[in-house]
């Protein structure tokens, strides 16, 4: 009942953009950081951006500082994650993951309650 659903991701050539969506059911997104994930093959899962329920954003990842974005559209019950001057190395499944908060604050991977199912992001020429 309560879940979340990534969208958005697709076969990008290098230097393009995507712009991911997670859009929440069963429950809004109001009072929860969100937290954008990555995972390619073989690798663990990483944190990429995260975004404060006061819409404060936190950095996971130097590598995608200054190119990916963060932002949460409250009346929509939508965050999105918009990936500018992407790199193959930016290849991964992204899930999106929530947990109820009231600050504004981010905390790690295993703090989240609620996970998306994943969205393939390829970036290849």
């Known amino acids: 009942q309560l879940q979340l659903v990534e969208s958005g991701g697709g076969l990008v050539q290098p230097g393009g953009s995507l712009r991911l969506s997670c859009a929440a059911s069963g429950f809004t997104l109001d009072y929860y950081a969100i937290g954008w994930f990555r995972q390619a093959p073989g690798k663990e899962r990483e944190g990429v951006l995260c975004?404060?329920?006061?819409?404060?954003?936190?950095n996971y990842a130097d590598s995608v500082k200054g190119r990916f974005t963060i932002s949460r559209d409250n009346a929509k019950n939508t965050v999105y994650l918009q990936m500018n001057s992407l790199k193959p190395e930016d290849t991964a499944i992204y899930y999106c993951a929530a947990r109820r908060a009231y600050g504004s604050n981010c905390s790690g991977l295993r703090w989240y309650d609620y996970w998306g199912q994943g969205t393939q992001v390829t970036v290849s020429s």
């Open positions: 975004v404060s329920s006061t819409a404060g954003s936190t």
